[in-house]
């Protein structure tokens, strides 16, 4: 175990002055439940890395983007946050390959499950915080997320990419976006359907699919997609 915990050091760029704080942030509970030597697992841990993941990612989203108002940075964080995102970062640092599950989460595929990765991530971000404070934590955090923090219209237009350009176009312009069907073409039972979306009767994107809902929705990203490359400025889009 020691090894193992020693090459994640080296992924994590940080060496701990206590293992034994990383190895409890990597403790799932049902490990803990079964090893009566085994005192504490990685909820607590887990409870404090939430909060600190919270401060670090506000932190490097206010400075890497100036234009971006509160509805835009919470919605971004949000982004970074979830327990995808926080699952990919963890198969980015290979924990899953460190957790100390118990024996039915490891035979149910609990190094893969979304939820235990998610939370070893918050709960080992946690533990480098309490021996290192915030700024270890916040390099690694950059460094997770720098890919991520090239194409901003990932966090912003994920889920729900209508109701996020809605909400830039009304903080930034006061005006709420236009869909237009544009052309409906091919066999009636799959039709496929061409929709534009404009801002101040200025068409800013469009988009083919096979569903109009659909259609929208893909417009939606381009235009966002657009707008976020030209700072919220529509007249140089």
């Known amino acids: 175990m020691i090894a193992v915990l020693k090459q994640l050091e080296e992924r994590l760029n ?10 409890q942030a990597l403790t799932h509970p049902s490990y803990a439940a079964e090893n009566e030597r085994v005192r504490d697992d ?4 887990e409870f404090l890395g939430d909060a600190v993941l919270q401060l670090v990612l506000s932190e490097i989203l206010f400075h890497q983007y100036s234009d971006l108002r509160e ?4 919605k971004a964080r949000a982004g970074l946050a979830n327990a995808e995102s926080l699952a990919g970062f963890a198969r980015e640092l290979g924990l899953g390959d460190c957790l100390r599950l118990g024996k039915g ?3 149910g595929g609990g190094r893969e499950r979304t939820s235990n990765l998610a939370d070893a991530m918050e709960a080992v971000l946690a533990a480098i915080y309490l021996e290192g404070g915030l700024e270890p934590v916040l390099n690694l955090c950059r460094r997770l997320c720098q890919a991520v923090l090239t194409n901003p219209e990932q966090m912003l ?21 236009d869909y237009v ?19 101040a ?13 659909m259609a929208e929705k893909d417009a939606a990203v381009l235009a966002l997609r657009k707008l976020l490359a030209s700072k919220g400025e529509l007249e140089r889009v």
């Open 14 to 23: 940080y060496q701990f002055r206590d293992l034994e704080l990383l190895k």
């Open 42 to 45: 990685n909820q607590r841990l």
């Open 71 to 74: 509805g835009g940075l919470s």
């Open 105 to 107: 989460e490891e035979g």
């Open 157 to 177: 237009a994920r889920e729900n990419p209508k109701g996020d350009l809605q909400e830039y176009t009304q903080e930034h312009f006061q005006l709420t976006p």
């Open 181 to 199: 069907v544009e052309a409906v073409s091919g066999p009636e039972h799959s039709p496929e359907f061409e929709v534009s979306v404009s801002i």
């Open 201 to 213: 009767g200025r068409k800013m994107a469009s988009a083919r699919a096979g569903s109009r809902k």
